[in-house]
């Protein structure tokens, strides 16, 4: 297709507006232009037009035609057109005049209307939504930024972006890359951010007040598992000879920490401090590799309220490293291994710098990840943009893992550009299309490495929420004990199934999701598992008799002051 005939289309479905005005005197036409207009060849960046019943608020016809971008730039942009009339301000005959638009407007779309100019790579991709989605009157906010850390489980936002479901919301949405988690949380809670991709543990701590306090919620549940552990090919030779091998000779898999112990005993002999990374103090990397760590012997750690390095008593070091940084840390000697997400564990294995020994699939199975975080303001003053952002979240996640995940060697294309993930496909590749590479040459099937829907995944579980809390007073970071009713009570002031159930029920009722696959009977809290490296049992609803059942950590009477543990 020319740029001629793209540009012949939209003027097109400009006139048929006028038109159609025309042929409805009940009706006015408003052209608003929205950024600024690059002339030449058609290259209007964005116009809106709308056809508003005369005194009504509620759009009648609704047609976008979204940055078609400058000419020769690489990749096709992409044109919407969205449909709306209101029954109570049409009558019958004009009700059928509009319920013909929107198939003559795609066909003019499809016919010769449709985007082929080329557009930057920050643009989105030319395979987009091709569902009519109208979005929901009464959006609060449209243009919202929202942010991110360089990694591979950030995959629904940059697909909802791409694949056009924010805009088939009414949402123009801006993603950028934060320096670390901290700037991330501090910027959604001044407002510089409308939400982010947070660490699980993040709505959780800020909201107790662990850390900067602010209330964040969290209406959708990004991934499950995702994320490794990482040790120098040194510690690896010196692990090696404790594990297990396979008739072929491989090392036998998962692989406990308890093969890492006398490495670290070894270490503290020579007076060699064993120090390990992992990303930030309330992150699910802390909290697995202290788990891995205290189910193979090793101590990570206490926290108190008068020293929060997290090294009281600790056998192992741990200290925050932000993620892009880890393969470095590492090369430099500065850390002897680490617990982050995708690619940085596989970044180790390309550059022959190290060995992942386990991932967290192997910890806890099917363990949750990231979380979609905004503040309970926002959500209280933007109930409807809430629902639909959560929406286009569901949908790009359901993109993610339908068809046995046949999108994703796509998706990875799309996290290695330089505005999102920035790492080679490849690297992204090794474990996001259902494969880990241990030592170079020791790649394995595992299909859930990387999980975005399947398994009610998106779901924000309260017993997640009480296992994440759970973890932070085992190690000090809730300096008292706690009754279970309170695990349960700030599980449901930070986790918000209600928003989550709103918007997937919304879909299901759009046709574009299937209600089977949502757990609209759940009390939110998991089935009792022992899905565990160590085979212990969890359960949500009771957080302080499994504490009792940890081997190394915090019991329920216990306190953490001036270095020493206190009944």
Request: glycine fraction near 8%; aromatic fraction near 10%.
């Amino acid at each position: 297709m020319t740029d001629c005939c793209a540009s012949e289309g939209r003027q097109a479905l400009v006139l048929y507006c006028f038109a159609l005005s025309a042929c409805l005197p009940s009706l006015s036409l408003i052209g608003n232009r929205h950024d600024d207009a690059v002339i030449g060849h058609f290259d209007v960046r964005r116009w809106t037009f709308e056809c508003r019943a005369t005194g009504q608020a509620a759009p009648v016809l609704f047609l976008k035609v979204i940055k078609p971008e400058p000419f020769g730039l690489g990749k096709p942009s992409r044109t919407f057109i969205m449909i709306s009339y209101s029954d109570t301000t049409l009558s019958s005959p004009q009700r059928g005049v509009f319920a013909g638009s929107a198939a003559l407007l795609a066909c003019l779309l499809a016919a010769c209307g449709g985007p082929s100019t080329d557009a930057p790579s920050s643009s989105p991709s030319s395979s987009e939504s091709t569902a009519l989605v109208i979005p929901m009157e009464g959006l609060e906010k449209t243009e919202l930024t929202f942010g991110f850390i360089k990694l591979t489980d950030m995959a629904p936002l940059a697909i909802a972006y791409e694949k056009g479901f924010f805009e088939d919301e009414g949402l123009y949405v801006t993603l950028e890359p934060q320096a670390n988690w901290k700037v991330l949380l501090d910027r959604v809670i001044d407002g510089e951010l409308s939400g982010a991709h947070m660490l699980a543990g993040q709505p959780l701590a800020a909201t107790i007040g662990y850390g900067t306090k602010a209330h964040i919620v969290t209406p959708f549940s990004m991934d499950l598992n995702g994320n490794g552990i990482t040790v120098s090919n040194e510690v690896w030779e010196k692990m090696r000879p404790n594990i297990p091998s396979m008739e072929d000779g491989r090392p036998v898999h998962p692989i406990s920490a308890s093969a890492l112990k006398p490495v670290v005993e070894e270490y503290a002999a020579d007076g060699k401090p064993f120090n390990m990374g992992m990303v930030f103090p309330v992150s699910t990397h802390n909290y697995e590799l202290r788990y891995w760590l205290a189910s193979g012997g090793i101590h990570p750690g206490f926290y108190s309220p008068d020293d929060v390095s997290g090294q009281i008593q600790a056998d192992a070091l741990l200290s925050v490293t932000p993620p892009p940084q880890m393969p470095a840390t590492l090369e430099a000697g500065t850390i002897y291994g680490y617990c982050v997400g995708e690619p940085w564990n596989q970044q180790a294995v390309f550059k022959g710098i190290g060995v992942p020994v386990i991932t967290d699939y192997e910890i806890w199975k099917d363990n949750p990840e990231k979380v979609f975080g905004i503040t309970a303001e926002f959500a209280e003053e933007n109930p409807v943009t809430t629902k639909a952002v959560t929406r286009a979240l569901i949908r790009a996640a359901m993109w993610l893992d339908e068809n046995d995940n046949a999108n994703r060697a796509e998706a990875v294309e799309i996290l290695a550009r330089s505005e999102y993930v920035g790492a080679d496909a490849d690297v992204i590749a090794n474990s996001m299309t259902g494969t880990f590479e241990y030592e170079r040459g020791d790649k394995r099937e595992v299909p859930d490495f990387n999980v975005f829907f399947r398994y009610n995944a998106t779901y924000p579980y309260y017993s997640d929420a009480v296992w994440y809390l759970s973890q932070m007073r085992r190690w000090g970071q809730i300096s008292d004990s706690k009754d279970d009713a309170w695990y349960d009570a700030t599980a449901r002031e930070v986790y918000r199934p209600d928003i989550y159930l709103e918007a997937a029920q919304s879909l299901v009722d759009d046709g574009l999701a299937d209600a089977a696959d949502f757990p609209w009977e759940t009390d939110g809290y998991k089935p009792v598992t022992s899905d565990f490296i160590d085979g212990v049992s969890y359960d949500g609803r009771q957080p302080n008799a499994y504490l009792e059942s940890l081997t190394i950590g915090l019991k329920s009477s216990q306190t953490v002051a001036a270095g020493e543990v206190i009944e």
